[in-house]
């Protein structure tokens, strides 16, 4: 194949390592285009990546050119533990006098706060797909799941006892909503891999050198990209973090409560990711 033949598409997930390929490749190459940047591709594009790189756009823009889809994943419970802390840096930024910032308070929220929102990994790739509303409204396997996770946390799911004086949380009511959100993110995973992320031509994951992966990928294909060798890393959220004497909280940090519930909401990222796993760890 020629240089322009192949183009690469990259759907950046958030916290998955993607910032480091990015930084690598995007100030010495007119052929990368950087999506979140609001660069749009051209015939002379050979790299595509960003957080809002639509999966199924390009193969119409440029049916002469052969798409491959490339992308990094992260095991889930890392990824989750990776959010918080760097959204606690995000906080530190807009207002350095905050102070640390509770883990169930930010994880029952999570889904709504600002000023990053948190999706799952299969989520981010059924959203980046460019036909996700049309399957949405014919097949209606994308419900959303926030409405029910947002339903568990309001104080509805509290039983008052005037007499006893006394709160509980109402288990059978609790239960329900659990049920439905697991058959609402079942029907998400599954749709995401039928429809989008088993046809990748590669996923790797950040536990691989993703470094060395991206640059032989891109080698691979001819993308004739050059890579600023200096950057191998990007990751400043433990730096920010302990110049302003806060620990970046790891899993093992949690109470076994916080555990099980990190657990129990990403039941099916983890199947997701174990899935995608199978397929491409080599």
Known sequence: ???????????????????TLKERYQY???GFVNTDLGEEATHDTRVVFGHSAQVGYYETCFPKKNIVYITCMRDPV????S????????????????????????????????????VKQ????????????????????????HGIINNRYLNTMLKWDAIAQSVSIDREREAILIAQQNNAECKNMNATWDNIIKDFDHVFFQDDNIVE????????????????????RTNETSYDLNRNNLSYIEFEDLSDDNQHMVNEDLKYDIEFYNRCKDKWKH
């Not at 890392?78 to 533990?81: E, G, L």
């Not at 509770?102 to 706060?113: A, E, R, S, T, V």
């Not at 299969?122 to 799941?145: A, D, K, L, P």
């Open 122 to 145: 299969y989520e981010y790739y059924m959203g980046q797909h460019v036909n996700r509303m049309i399957w949405e409204h014919e097949q209606e396997v994308f419900t959303s799941t």
């Open 78 to 81: 890392s990824r989750m533990m």
């Open 83 to 118: 959010m918080y802390n760097f959204f606690k840096t995000q906080m530190l930024y807009f207002n350095p006098a905050i102070g640390d910032i509770d883990f169930y308070l930010w994880f029952i929220n999570k889904d709504i706060i600002r000023p990053m929102l948190v």
């Open 213 to 232: 992966v991206f640059d032989g990928l891109l080698d691979q294909y001819n993308t004739g990209m050059i890579a600023q060798t200096d950057m191998v």
């Open 28 to 30: 010495d190459n007119i």
């Open 1 to 19: 194949m020629t240089l322009r033949d192949n183009l690469i598409v990259f759907p950046h997930c958030p916290k998955t390592g993607g910032t």
